[in-house]
């Protein structure tokens, strides 16, 4: 691909990139904020309105890992258009949607485009820049867009519901997907992207697929199931059985979906380690900190999404360039060790915030250390994942690393808000105020957010291979060379 696009061409096509990712990453919080319009128009209960996010949650976590290996035999390209046209068509069934059915199936489907979407931008970005000081760049735009579109869907939710109605949170998604459709047909190359070899793992294939799915149901409905509920432990037995099932075909087919020697590459395989790590103390940072800062401090939808403002600023400043001058100048290690510390230390001072908390004194500090350290540690950890694949293999790769953050956040988030439920029920019951006792539980959950991203440090310093940038170069170059132009 490399060879023909360059100059300012390369980076209209990572705004348009960009820009089909941020939709779909709105998509995940954005929803969230209309939730109890959808309830009260479509007449839901409270347990079943869970499946408006959990049917996205399934089918997007299921198909990332099978959307990045289509990829990589039909061109990331003519992928990433199809993923772009299933999920802005799934948005318009999900606007237009007059029952609980309908709404919940159409986000099924909008799960499934938003899966192929993700699982193959990052290798359509990694094929556009091949140079380490861009690359670096590059990625960092790409961090920035998948961290800060959080906050932006809470703002756009809460505007979009109070000033039209739930409607327009799936309708906005339609414009923005026909400009995105339009804008790839013209700058994105035909050709290339492609395995010479077109064979399908389908046995793998289904086994991975329905693994994941089963995991995240199981994972999703465990705090209302319970963790130890025949329910839980059942979805979870046949996801593992699937799963064991998957990686046995792997061993005996003659063109396996995910070739097992690949996590003999150490740096790979840590970096998924990490991304799971990492990904279970952010999503529950996310989701927990806006849970306190609405129940607890009791900030309004909109000011809840002012106040992580100050962390998506300070990733903006470090993806603008200064990320890229940091893996340029040490390396992709030491910037994801010590970007990964900091968001530790963040999330250390969220486990001390109190019921009376202000925004500058208690919230603030934190948000800068995970702003700073989010913004540090994003764009070489996604480096580090990609870094050793060879281009026929990016795809795989880059879903792989999505299924990570996927999971990784998913699990953490459960584990984590249970964990803070369990807390809360045993101070109330010892009688505690609710106040106190609801903070005490999120309280539980950011120290152990922190735990996680500390062992994620502590596996980038002990675990990963130091790989100067030099060298990042000379292998990315040698390897697109070798694979020849996108």
């Not at 990433?80 to 059915?101: H, K, N, R």
């Amino acid at each position: 691909m490399s060879g023909a696009i360059s100059g300012r061409g390369r980076w209209l096509a990572l705004t348009v990139l960009c820009l089909g990712v941020l939709m779909i990453v709105l998509d995940t919080t954005v929803v969230n904020v209309a939730l109890p319009s959808i309830r009260d128009d479509l007449g839901f209960t409270e347990t079943s309105l869970v499946w408006v996010v959990n049917a996205y949650l399934l089918t997007f976590g299921g198909f990332l890992l099978l959307g990045g290996r289509l990829g990589d035999l039909y061109g990331h390209r003519t992928l990433f258009l199809w993923g772009i046209t299933v999920f802005t068509l799934a948005s318009l069934a999900c606007g237009i949607a007059t029952s609980q059915e309908w709404l919940i199936v159409a986000r099924a489907v909008q799960g499934i485009g938003g899966a192929v979407v993700n699982a193959v931008a990052l290798s359509l970005l990694m094929s556009l820049f091949t140079a380490e000081a861009e690359r670096a760049k590059a990625m960092g735009v790409f961090g920035f867009v998948c961290a800060g579109g959080g906050s932006v869907g809470m703002l756009l939710g809460g505007f979009l519901t109070s000033s039209l109605n739930w409607h327009w949170v799936f309708f906005i998604n339609i414009p923005i997907g026909v400009i995105v459709f339009g804008l790839c047909l013209v700058l994105l190359p035909r050709g290339g992207g492609e395995t010479a070899n077109k064979h399908l793992d389908v046995g793998g294939a289904v086994t991975v697929t329905a693994a994941l799915m089963l995991a995240v149901y199981a994972i999703v409905n465990g705090n209302e199931a319970g963790w130890l509920s025949v329910t839980t432990l059942g979805f979870l037995g046949v996801s593992l059985g699937l799963f064991v099932a998957f990686l046995v075909i792997q061993t005996r087919v003659r063109v396996p979906l995910v070739p097992l020697g690949l996590f003999r590459q150490r740096n790979l395989a840590t970096a998924n380690v990490m991304c799971v790590l990492w990904a279970a103390g952010m999503f529950a940072w996310f989701f927990i900190s806006a849970l306190y800062l609405q129940r607890v401090l009791t900030y309004s939808s909109l000011n809840v999404g002012l106040a992580f403002l100050p962390a998506n600023v300070i990733m903006a400043i470090f993806s603008v360039g200064l990320s890229a001058r940091l893996v340029m100048r040490f390396g992709h290690k030491r910037p994801a060790m010590i970007g990964l510390l900091l968001a530790a230390l963040g999330l250390a001072l969220f486990s001390r915030m109190p019921v009376d908390g202000h925004f500058l004194p208690d919230v603030l500090p934190g948000m800068i250390l995970i702003g700073t350290g989010a913004g540090m540690a994003f764009n070489p950890l996604l480096l580090i994942a990609m870094s050793d694949v060879e281009p026929s293999q990016s795809g795989l790769a880059s879903g792989i690393v999505n299924t990570s953050f996927m999971m990784g956040g998913a699990l953490g988030l459960a584990i984590l808000a249970s964990g803070a439920s369990g807390r809360t029920d045993e101070l109330v019951a010892a009688g505690s105020p609710a106040l106190v006792a609801l903070n005490s539980g999120y309280h539980v959950a950011f120290a152990t957010g922190a735990a996680c991203a500390a062992l994620a440090a502590l596996c980038a310093g002990v675990l990963l291979r130091s790989q100067s940038s030099a060298a990042g170069t000379v292998t990315a170059t040698q390897k697109h060379s070798a694979a020849g132009s996108f």
